[in-house]
């Protein structure tokens, strides 16, 4: 598992579980103000590292707080955000650890199982990296 994550999750308080009991990919809870993150332990690591992320994003940038919408009509604007937020994270981390040589933004979106509709997604974030802007 990636320590950039662990450190996030650590740094906003959040509780990791990785566990086979799980009938879905992964979800993230708050109780009695505790947040919690479970993540399947039958995926893959780099799928664990994504979906731990697109969890973290919905608890860092305080989805719960939109509860009543995202029932409603945002759920869909609310997933985009959590999957954009994990997408910079694992690519701050992949750009960071690999020789600028071998950057490659099909090996990385294959490596974490990230779906293809996210390629312009991850472009920009690859240009944004290149021009020296904070990954946002
Ligand atoms: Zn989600």
Known sequence: MIERLKGLAKKHGIVVFITPMLDNEGYADVKD???????NANL???KQEYILCHELGHLILKHDEFSTIYHNFGKRHLEHEADTFAISQLLMN????????????NNFMEHHQIENRFEFVVKEDIKDFCLGKEIT
């Open 33 to 39: 103000g505790r947040k919690y993150v479970f993540i």
């Open 44 to 46: 893959s690591i780099p």
């Open 94 to 105: 992949y750009l960071e650890e690999t020789p600028e040589e071998y950057w490659n933004y």
